[in-house]
């Protein structure tokens, strides 16, 4: 348990620092027989930061009911 609170409160701040990423994927354009055109296009995947916040309270959460059981 006090494993994966680590692991979220690592998560949560690391989602409250950058609030996505973006990524370059290749498409098809055209396609005619022999002829292919092709085209780069920039991806984005943004979440809200208030996502890392919940998990980074979550985290902690865990982290102390896993040490008031000891």
């Given at each position: 348990?006090k ?12 989602m409250?620092?950058?609030t ?5 994927k290749?498409e098809k ?9 092709n ?16 998990l980074l309270v ?10 008031k059981?000891?």
């Open positions: 348990m494993t994966f609170g680590i692991i979220l409160t690592i998560l949560g701040i690391v409250l620092i950058w996505g990423f973006s990524y370059t290749q354009v055209v396609d005619i027989g022999p002829l292919e055109v085209a780069d296009k920039e991806k984005q995947v943004n979440w809200p930061s208030y996502t890392g916040g919940i979550a985290g902690v959460v865990l982290i102390l009911v896993d040490k059981k000891v």
